[in-house]
């Protein structure tokens, strides 16, 4: 079984920043893509930002140049730093990542953190 745990939410005033976390544990082989989604009230959830085991990122239209998705695979952690922060920002925030679990089968199982709310104020 594989968990994902975010930090770093909370609230923030438009135009500031907040610095996401999320760490994978449990049974890992090897973690392929990692990414941040958001769910807003009444919304449906949507891709935030990803990125691809070698460093490959994509960015929702909504985050390019305020976003920025880094990861460290030494200890399987994503990060998400958000600058500029827009009311509109406000959602939970949740991670997500495509994991093989061990060494002998090939398949990648898809996982999603408890998420971690996310407010900005006006």
């Known amino acids: 079984q594989v968990q994902l745990v975010e930090s770093g939410g909370g609230l923030v005033q438009a135009g500031g920043s907040l610095r996401l976390s999320c760490t994978a544990s449990g049974s890992i082989f090897r973690i392929n893509v990692m990414g941040w989604y958001r769910q807003a009230p009444g919304k449906q959830r949507e891709l935030v930002a990803s990125?691809?085991?070698?460093?490959?990122?994509n960015y929702a239209d909504s985050a390019k140049g305020r976003f920025t998705i880094s990861r460290d695979n030494t200890k399987n952690t994503v990060f998400l730093q958000m600058d500029s922060l827009k009311p509109e920002d406000t959602a939970v925030y949740y991670c997500?990542?495509?994991?093989?679990?061990?060494?002998?089968?090939?398949?990648?199982?898809?996982?999603w953190g408890q998420g971690t709310q996310v407010t900005v104020s006006s």
């Open positions: 997500n990542a495509d994991v093989r679990t061990t060494w002998h089968t090939l398949q990648f199982n898809n996982y």
């Open positions: 990125i691809r085991d070698g460093g490959m990122a």
